[in-house]
């Protein structure tokens, strides 16, 4: 054993002077070739001799005593979190059990937004602006979490004016009793560019109680900052009125804040309280690109049931045709709508989730850090703001909060049960529902992302996918399987696809999920989900399901089956619109592949390149093509 261990050492010795010799023959051959390494240094082992071993010195070493110790770099670091994330079964994110804080009792605040005067025209061909406002709450009141959202409101876009008047009440809850800051920014509406600044105003309340005697109607005068504002709009302002006496260059805006009382619980959490409004926000591109058709106008849309919600006011132009004819019941148009709906509060604390890390990169983008995760985090706004953008086209309206005309509302903005739609949705953790109609045949895979929804938003209260059907009879049943036909698994009597949808909200069941990727609600809050939209939609059936549930992958393949067979019987028409009037040429290209399934010139080429003998199949398909294909823009399609 000992001259085992001897023979084993020698070899180790002779191995750091230089390479072994153990796997060459002896012989005289075997001194000639050790003379010669013994010129040769260690790092440097002879490479004449094929089957000679090279075995380094530090290797060695490493196999007997461990890997040597690298220093960490930055890099190194990355692809260590980025292993540690892959091999994590369940990354950071999702649901959130933080409680919320405990504090005093808050108030409940009135903010009534009156009006401005004096803006700058920020509209050189109108010489005019197409004001609105937007105002931003914060408080002392500890949040959550620091990523929690501030509260905003925004005000409707008036047409035309440098005087508008909103008159427009924001009724806010939990407002804790050391006050409040309001900032108010006034923008001018100039889709599809960048909105105009015209300034901003901040209002600062140190103290609050129940005998504040606050601002009373019409409202505090505030004169507005200008230094924000956007500097073409002053510039012109002021070369206007150099030649006016006594004309000043500050605009005013007047609002309002009184206490309404003390705030029920929960405490901890600060909520828009009413009123309850909508907007519909449509897009005729996107809708092209997406296949999305809806009615004519939108009164036609809404299939005669405006008076079902007969407290809601609009404000969309183009609603109707303006020459006094009814327009044809079978004729609809191009026009991705979407949706936002502004829901009683408080969002239950049990809603609460934040978006999952599955990739490092998805970190960078929520949180707009680095290069990458800015671009993304831009590009994601920048997307939000399309689907989501004011126009003159967009509608609003307000409701009565948790009454039958609420449910009627979100009935109409839905379409009823018409078309076997399925709508991907966020609720953010102030109550705005916001929903856009998705599916594997859209165009644009962002759109059904809910990233772009939640507008990026780090948390919120739940998101998932949902579809309305209707029953047989009216009753109000929370049954999966209601022991009775529904539309449109069938085809129903008194309803689509042949007839109006019927008025009463009974007759109708929201099927909800939490089928989300982005933020992956937790099933088990789901009951608190559909406790609480069963007190904003009195009268419609709740049914809500796990993503995971084989029930509900079974009624949303049906429902995909129905949009494929109702979908089709309509006659469509493209209305013109500022979106529509500026295509480009790679958009063109895009909706003709959207539409007819067509690839582009790259992936044309790239097959080319695989497939040789397909240049005769190409050539054929793209001689039919221009034999068939009518000018672009037509405008009708059936």
């Known amino acids: 054993m000992s001259a085992a261990v001897e023979k084993t050492t020698d070899l180790e010795s002779r191995s750091q002077d230089g390479p072994s010799q153990g796997a060459s023959p002896g012989g005289a051959a075997n001194d000639i070739n050790e003379k010669n390494n013994k010129q040769v240094s260690g790092d440097h082992p002879n490479s004449e001799d094929p089957q000679q071993p090279t ?49 005093p009792p808050g108030h409940t605040v009135k903010f009534t937004f009156h009006r401005a005067s004096n803006l700058p025209a920020a509209d050189f061909s109108t010489g005019s602006s197409d004001p609105f406002l937007t105002a931003t709450l914060t408080t002392s009141l500890p ?45 001018d509406e100039d889709w599809p560019d960048h909105d105009d600044r015209l300034g901003n105003v901040v209002i600062v309340v140190n103290s609050l109680n129940e005998n504040w005697e606050g601002f009373k109607p019409p409202g505090n ?131 609460y989730h ?45 409701f009565e909060p948790c009454t039958e005309a609420a449910t009627m509302q979100f009935l109409k903005m839905a379409h009823f049960d018409e078309g076997g739609r399925i709508f991907t949705y966020v609720l953010t953790l102030d109550g705005s529902l916001k929903f856009t109609e998705t599916g594997k045949e859209f165009g644009i895979d962002l759109l059904s992302k809910h990233t772009m929804h939640s507008d990026a938003a780090i948390y919120i209260a739940c998101s998932g996918e949902f579809f309305i059907r209707r029953l047989k009879k009216p009753h109000v049943t929370e049954d999966p399987e209601p022991g009775e036909p529904t539309h449109p698994d069938q085809i129903l009597q008194g309803g689509p696809p042949t007839e109006p949808p ?57 429902q995909a089956k129905v949009k494929q067979r109702e979908g089709l019987t309509i006659n469509m028409v493209l209305n013109r619109s500022p979106s529509a009037s500026s295509f480009s040429s790679d958009d063109i290209s895009d909706l003709e592949r959207a539409e007819g399934g067509k690839k582009t010139k790259r992936e044309r080429a790239w097959d080319l390149i695989e497939e040789p003998r397909r240049i005769k199949e190409l050539r054929g398909k793209h001689t039919d093509d221009g034999a068939s294909g009518g000018p672009s823009g037509s405008g009708e399609a059936s």
């Open 55 to 103: 075995v380094d010195a530090a290797n060695e070493n490493e196999k007997q005593n461990g890997p040597i110790q690298r220093r960490s770099t930055l890099k190194d670091r990355i692809k260590e979190q980025k292993d540690k994330l892959k091999n994590k079964a369940k990354p950071p994110g999702g649901f959130d059990s933080t409680p919320l804080p405990d504090v």
């Open 143 to 187: 949040k959550r979490h620091k990523e929690d959202p501030d509260l905003v409101f925004r005000t409707r876009t008036l047409r035309r004016t440098l005087e508008p008047e909103w008159e427009q009440d924001w009724i806010v809850a939990n407002v804790p009793s050391s006050g409040f800051k309001l900032k108010c920014r006034l923008y």
């Open 221 to 351: 005068e505030f004169e507005v900052k200008k230094r924000s504002g956007s500097k073409r709009a002053y510039i012109l302002k002021a070369c206007t009125s150099a030649f006016t006496k006594d004309v000043s260059m500050t605009p005013k805006l007047y609002v309002s804040a009184v206490v309404l009382g003390q705030s029920d619980p929960p405490y901890g959490q600060m909520y828009t309280a009413g009123p309850a409004y909508y907007f519909k926000h449509y897009s005729p591109m996107i809708g092209r690109l997406t296949g999305i058709k809806v009615k004519r106008d939108d009164a036609e849309d809404s299939n005669g049931h405006d008076d079902a919600a007969s407290s809601s006011q609009g404000n969309s132009q183009g609603n109707s045709q303006g020459n006094g004819k009814k327009p044809d019941k079978g004729t609809q148009k191009y026009d991705f709508q979407a949706n936002e709906i502004q829901l009683s509060g408080p969002v239950p604390s049990k809603l």
């Open 354 to 398: 934040r978006f999952v890390e599955f990739r490092p990169v998805i970190g960078l983008l929520f949180r707009s850090r680095g290069l990458r995760g800015k671009i993304l985090n831009k590009a994601l706004h920048h997307q939000h703001a399309r689907v989501y953008s004011f126009r003159d086209t967009t509608a609003w309206g307000t």
């Open 502 to 558: 019927p008025r009463k909200p009974q007759y109708y069941q929201l099927i909800i999920d939490n089928d989300s990727g982005t933020y992956r609600p937790d099933k088990s809050v789901l009951p608190y989900l559909q406790k609480f939209l069963e007190h904003n939609f009195p009268g419609l059936g709740i049914v809500t399901l796990a993503c995971d549930d084989p029930e509900d992958q079974k009624l949303k393949a049906a």
